[in-house]
């Protein structure tokens, strides 16, 4: 469990929190590239750790992220006119461009030079993987761009997703990386009860260490005749990647992919889950069959409502069939995802982690608390946190394959543990 000082220190996020300032340590993503397709077309509402902004798309095709009020009267940008490289308040006409300068100021004298004195908190954006990041730190500490193998991959062989989640951010990473519930949460093949009395098929050996830009830790089930190793990564703050079942598991013609989450928190209470795949085979593109397959299958795609709001959710319980529980669902619930929402969710806003009894397969979640406390050190004594500097991560991925039994894991696993974009 979690003393409750550490419980607020990890899942507070706004200004001048201690997590508020680590994520604004890193390039976050704010919104999908496809939210803004239009140079001067409408603007966007955009909530990020706690404050309230405005996206738009500038005449030059650049997205700027601004502070959602006019500095003038406070009246709100989102009404503005998006026109010739500015968004334009349209309450007394004070223009301001990407970098939040004042361009022009109609209400004042034209001699004035009032608005050489007066800007909008305006974010750095840059844009790659489908989504225009955002970086809301100090500028003297600004690192270099995103260098995930996402955002190399060709647009043709990626497909990235956006979903709201209704609770902490914290409560959702943690979930996304525990490494047991898989096979009990979603699993929709009961049938014979008696396999959650058989620990070996139930629970994955973990082999787990940190890294220079979070933790990285290797899923090891046996079975008679292979070994089945999944190798997972969280690189700071909160971006995980898993690859696509292999080997004996892979479907006919299905092509491997590298799959996961980045979690961004949209305040204390709310986050957004940008959810990728992208093919692990620079020679094949990734196919839109398969793409819609496994967004529906995952609760995604055809489950998403308008302003990516999930249609299962909590008002609904999640369209919970208790039936199909009773006979082939552990849940009832459909898509693996929403299963997920459906348990975090529930859990509250804010988990209360001083009331939890962890075991000993919570050892990946024990570690990642751990990362955060001692990057929230790190950065708080001046250092650098983990994974700020892109270089430490660009080379690594996921894998997911079976071995021949008896084989050292590491070892078989190293050639395809190397980006190849």
Not at 355 to 379: Q, S, W, Y
């Amino acid at each position: 469990m979690l003393s409750q000082q550490d419980n607020e220190r990890l899942t507070r996020v706004g200004p001048g929190t201690p997590m508020g300032n680590l994520f604004r340590r890193y390039w976050i993503p704010a919104l999908l590239s496809e939210e803004l397709l239009e140079a001067d077309g409408p603007p966007v509402r955009v909530r990020l750790l706690g404050e309230d902004l405005v996206a738009f798309r500038d005449t030059e095709g650049v997205v700027g992220i601004v502070s959602a009020y006019c500095p003038h009267r406070r009246a709100p940008m989102f009404f503005g006119r998006n026109e010739e490289c500015g968004l334009r308040c349209v309450y007394h006409g004070w223009k301001f461009d990407r970098n939040g300068v004042c361009v022009d100021m109609p209400s004042e004298p034209p001699d004035s030079l009032f608005k050489t004195k007066v800007t909008i908190d305006a974010y750095p954006t840059w844009e790659g993987g489908g989504m225009v990041w955002i970086y809301m730190g100090l500028r003297e500490l600004q690192p270099a761009p995103p260098d995930h193998e996402l955002v190399r991959a060709p647009a043709n062989h990626r497909h990235v997703s956006k979903m709201f989640e209704d609770c902490n951010y914290l409560q959702a990473l943690e979930g996304g990386i525990d490494p047991t519930h898989a096979t009990i949460l979603h699993n929709i093949k009961l049938g014979d009860r008696s396999f959650l009395n058989k620990y070996d098929e139930l629970v994955a050996a973990l082999d787990i260490e940190t890294t220079d830009y979070g933790l990285t830790y290797a899923g090891i089930r046996s079975h008679p005749d292979f070994d089945w190793i999944r190798v997972y990564h969280l690189i700071m703050p909160s971006f995980h990647m898993r690859g696509s079942v292999a080997g004996l598991f892979n479907k006919p013609g299905q092509i491997p992919t590298i799959n996961g989450h980045i979690w961004v928190p949209i305040d204390d209470y709310r986050s957004w889950v940008f959810s990728f795949t992208y093919s692990a085979d620079p020679s094949q593109p990734i196919s839109q069959e398969h793409v819609l397959e496994q967004e529906t299958r995952l609760g995604r795609g055809t489950n998403t409502g308008p302003g990516y709001m999930p249609i299962r959710n909590r008002s609904n319980d999640y369209l919970i069939d208790r039936q199909l529980q009773k006979t082939e669902s552990m849940t009832g619930i459909g898509g693996v995802n929403t299963q997920d929402y459906a348990l975090q969710e529930g859990m509250g806003a804010i988990v209360d982690r001083t009331k939890e009894h962890v075991g000993t397969t919570d050892r990946a979640i024990i570690l990642l608390r751990k990362v955060l406390l001692d990057a929230l050190n790190t950065m708080e004594q001046g250092g650098t946190p983990p994974a700020v500097d892109p270089s430490s991560y660009r080379c690594v991925r996921a894998v997911d394959r079976t071995i021949p039994k008896g084989t050292e894991w590491k070892v078989v696993c190293e050639p395809d543990a190397v980006a190849l974009f």
